[in-house]
């Protein structure tokens, strides 16, 4: 099953190369939490501030079915 | 102003005057700022009152000719009687008061304890070779006298606790998050909901940007943050290590305003309980909810 990650701020450094127009495509065999998921693609959950799923939140534990967007935030707060 | 005063105020304001027909054939009256001055100087009263008084009789003062497609004459009003308090006059805040203070929202109430230096030269839109050493929170309103005189600036140059909020912040229609730092920011929160007044936050790093309102019953920052307490757990934050190029600020500070002008004049769509997310090297925009869970 498919998913579409996009990384903000700070985590784009994490996966090597990330190209922030087209995000990273994965494919997992079956359903996988968040939490999961960014362990296999080496991004420490304790930067993540905010998970959107599909352009909703959702919590660390949100099972992932495919086909979806998810898209991972560290606290910004510039100004 | 006593009553004379108020008369004469009338008689000035419909002789000085001018009626302009516009490409469709509309019919308006606008009054000059050399005139505005001239009336506020001979009734002893500040600009700020001759607009008021102008745009009640449908005057419109000139200086927002080419708003008036946009913003009515009754919008402009609801404006001019508006107050707006903005925390923060460095990169978010220089924007956001001068996009207010043009856009004619009459109170701006400004509150930063910093001095201009070098380093806010590269986005600060109240910084120049000029400011630095200087307050920001003044600085702030001597632009604004500069830029429109008709709005009534109150400047307080120094950081906002939880002690001194609700003297300042008090009476504000809206209040502005453009602060640098999480910490403070709930600090500013604690004080808006206590008040019940809404927020509109804003924050950037690098060249992403996020907006969200807040108002008194809502989530708000821990959205965005999590719980206070864990916010910024001593290390550095994302904004120092990405830094702060000059037009995420603009972009964001404009996003801040239009929440402003959206609430004050009950128009178009909120970013409530919601994050609009900006990211100016891809070119994107983007809502995203936030939804409870439990």
């Known amino acids: 099953m498919p998913l579409k990650i996009l990384l903000s701020s700070t985590l784009r450094k994490y996966p090597p190369g990330y190209d922030p127009v087209k995000g990273i495509s994965f494919s997992v065999d079956m359903e996988i939490t968040v939490e999961e998921l960014c362990e296999r693609i080496n991004i420490p959950c304790d930067k993540i501030k905010i998970v959107m799923v599909n352009g909703k939140s959702k919590p660390m534990e949100h099972v992932l079915k495919g086909n979806e967007r998810v898209g991972l935030f560290p606290p910004i707060g510039g100004g | ?197 809404p927020l509109i936050h804003g924050a950037l790093a690098g060249f992403e940007g996020q907006v969200m309102t807040i108002f008194p019953d809502d989530t708000g920052l821990k959205n965005l943050y999590g719980n206070k307490k864990g916010s910024e757990n001593g290390s550095r934050s994302s904004e120092d290590v990405l830094s702060v190029p000059a037009m995420t600020p603009c972009l964001v500070a404009t996003l801040q305003t239009m929440e402003v002008l959206k609430i004050i004049l009950k128009r178009g769509k909120i970013f409530k309980n919601a994050m609009l997310y900006v990211d100016l090297e891809t070119g994107q925009m983007n809502e995203f909810v936030f939804e409870k869970h439990k």
Not at chain 2, 83 to 92: E, F, K, P
Not at chain 2, 136 to 150: I, Q, Y
């Open chain 2, 1 to 197: 102003m006593s009553a004379k005063k108020q008369i004469n105020m009338q008689e000035l304001l419909l002789s000085k005057s001018k009626k302009i027909v516009d490409a469709a054939g509309c019919e308006a009256l606008f009054l000059e700022d050399v005139y505005a001055l001239k009336i506020a100087k001979e009734c002893g009263c500040n600009v700020y009152d001759v607009y008021i008084d102008a745009l009640k009789k449908g005057i419109c003062p000139y200086r927002y000719f080419r708003n008036r497609e946009t913003i009515s004459i009754k919008e402009q009003l609801m404006l001019a009687e508006s107050r707006v308090a903005v925390i923060g006059a460095g990169g978010l805040g220089g924007q956001v008061i001068l996009l207010l203070a043009r856009t004619g929202v009459g109170y701006l109430t400004v509150v930063d304890g910093d001095i201009f230096e070098e380093t806010n030269l590269n986005r600060q839109a109240l910084c120049n070779k000029n400011s630095l050493g200087k307050s920001k929170a003044k600085e702030a309103l001597a632009s604004v006298e500069t830029v429109n005189p008709g709005i009534k600036v109150s400047a307080y140059p120094v950081k906002l606790n939880p002690s001194n909020a609700s003297e300042m912040l008090a009476g504000s229609d809206v209040i502005v998050d453009a602060l640098d730092n999480v910490s403070d920011r709930f600090v500013l929160e604690d004080a808006c909901k206590k008040l019940g007044i």
